[in-house]
């Protein structure tokens, strides 16, 4: 044998601890996704929960008479321990065979995801933090055995170099060990802080929704969409965690005095409620990042009230704790309509991805100028003064909702030839609409049978009746606002102020 394919039991004891490395690194970053993205489908918590249920009763009577209520924690050790020892054998196969032991790893990671798959109410994406962490480990471990095979035994940099690469892939799976449990944590007592909050009674209670504002039509929009559904924008990577007893909002700028609301304040102020329908500026024609609940909040006029608003201001920028701005013109702040500093969402806390505990609401703006989530800051100031987040990213500094309609059913590209209904919703939040027209083919244009609308903050379900012959239709709608305007052809793509066009779908019918 010569030197190069010696195998010293110093160089098996460096491959095993690159398997261990990896192990540590693919770990740590797939804990650290699962705690970020799907808490449930932590790749330990998968394979314990799997070990759990397979486990015959003695086994499991035996771990609880041993280490109590501590039994989870033994469970998770035992765990870690096979799997540093099948990460170091993997690391010596690694160093025999290209890929043997790497391959272990990615069979590890998919065995994770399985099991995540399997069990019930994880999500869609349960499977994303066992893969992450499979693939990582298995890429990491080829690299670091790669590089200890280049390595001469005889050269020592090159061994101090392998040592550093495969001591730092420990540390960092270490650091993102800790940085899941960390994230995990909080979420956890932050949820627990949320579900324990009752909301106050509102002092103006919205007006009950008209029965007739629902069609119940199958495919179409729910007029009250669910929190659970509810598009979500922002650009916050991870959540903001945002204890309500540290909250306050802080009122500046072009003011007459600079005012401090606590959470307390907010809550002890008499609330009102209302239903508006948020859009995202981003939203394409025919697209859904569009919803509408039942929102509670103190009316953001009276709290600049207290502050008193200096004559030549023309703006307030919200901020966030994250750092996002939104600027909105000051008089839909001020004016009569129901611009909230909300707490509540269809009669919840705010979920914690939509802003809790209070953000922004303000109807007929869209949601990048007006509704500001996590929200702890209002300076009021001016256009000429101040710039918004997505402001100096090209899009408008002013952004009023347009005029828009959807159709929602036919819902996909088929539908059955007879009687059936075309149907969908129409919405410019704070004009209102008083109509919506269909026209089949580019036939003539055909009144729909408008819903009763909540208000003329919500959007407004629409239906009409259609006799689908076979073959191939086109359907295209056009709303007419409350102020006469009817809805452009004009098609322009969501930059820099909303989109526009009217939604046009082609179904086959047989
Ligand atoms: N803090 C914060 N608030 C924000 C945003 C954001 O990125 N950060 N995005 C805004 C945008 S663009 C929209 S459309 C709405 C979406 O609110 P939702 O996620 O509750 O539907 O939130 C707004 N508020
Ligand atoms: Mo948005």
């Not at 919200?318 to 013109?329: I, L």
């Amino acid at each position: 044998m010569d030197s190069v394919t010696r195998v010293t039991p110093q160089d098996r004891l460096l491959a095993g601890a690159a398997g261990v490395a990896a192990v540590a690194l693919g770990a740590g970053l797939g804990e650290l996704a699962a705690a970020l993205f799907v808490p449930a489908a932590s790749p330990f918590a998968a394979i314990g929960g799997a070990l759990i249920d397979l486990a015959p009763s003695w086994a499991k009577d035996l771990a609880i008479g041993l280490f109590g209520t501590r039994d989870k924690d033994a469970l998770l050790t035992g765990i870690a321990l096979v799997l540093a020892a099948v990460a170091f054998g993997a690391g010596l196969l690694e160093r025999r065979r290209p890929y043997a032991g790497a391959v272990a790893f990615g069979i590890l990671g998919v065995v994770g995801a399985a099991v995540a798959m399997g069990r019930s109410g994880i999500g869609p994406l349960a499977w994303v933090p066992s893969i992450v962490a499979g693939g990582v480990a298995l890429l990491v471990l080829r690299a670091l055995i790669a590089r200890l095979g280049a390595a001469d035994p005889e050269a020592g940099a090159d061994r101090r170099r392998f040592l550093i690469w495969t001591g730092s892939a420990a540390a960092l799976g270490v650091i993102a060990l800790a940085a899941g449990a960390v994230a995990r944590a909080g979420a956890q007592s932050l949820e627990a802080v949320r579900t324990a909050f009752r909301l106050p009674a509102p002092a103006v209670p919205a007006a009950p929704v008209p029965a007739s504002a629902e069609l119940g039509i199958e495919g179409l929009a729910p007029v009250i969409t669910p929190n659970d559904s509810f598009y979500r924008i922002d650009t916050a990577l991870v959540v903001p965690r945002l204890d309500p007893a540290d909250w306050s909002l802080r009122v500046h700028g072009m003011v007459e005095r600079e005012v401090v609301l606590t959470w307390d304040e907010l809550l002890a102020a008499p609330l009102q409620e209302a239903h508006v329908t948020l859009a995202c500026v981003s939203n394409p024609v025919g697209g859904d990042l569009i919803g509408n609940a039942l929102w509670l909040g103190l009316p953001v006029r009276e709290v600049l009230a207290r502050a008193g608003v200096q004559a030549d201001a023309d703006m307030v920028l919200s901020r966030s704790v994250d750092g996002f701005t939104a600027s909105t013109p000051l008089e839909v702040l001020t004016d009569d309509r129901d611009a909230l500093l909300a707490v509540g969402m269809n009669g919840e806390p705010l979920p914690l991805e939509h802003g809790f505990p209070v953000r922004l609401v303000v109807p007929g703006l869209y949601g990048y100028v007006s509704a500001t989530k996590w929200v702890t800051e209002l300076e009021v100031t001016r256009f000429d003064r101040a710039t918004a987040y997505w402001t100096t990213r090209g899009w408008s500094e002013r952004g009023p909702i347009k005029l828009q309609s959807r159709i929602d059913v036919p819902r996909g590209d088929r539908a059955d030839a007879g009687d059936t209904v075309i149907a969908g919703v129409a919405w410019q939040q704070h004009v209102g609409v008083k109509g919506v027209e269909v026209r089949i083919d580019d036939g003539p244009w055909q009144t729909a049978e408008l819903a009763t609308a909540i208000s003329d903050d919500t959007w407004v379900q629409w239906s009409i009746p259609w006799t689908a012959e076979p073959g191939e239709h086109d359907i295209e709608c056009r709303a007419i606002g409350a102020d006469g305007e009817t809805q452009t052809e004009d098609v322009r793509p969501p930059a820099p102020d909303g989109a526009q066009g009217r939604h046009r779908i082609r179904v086959t019918v047989g």
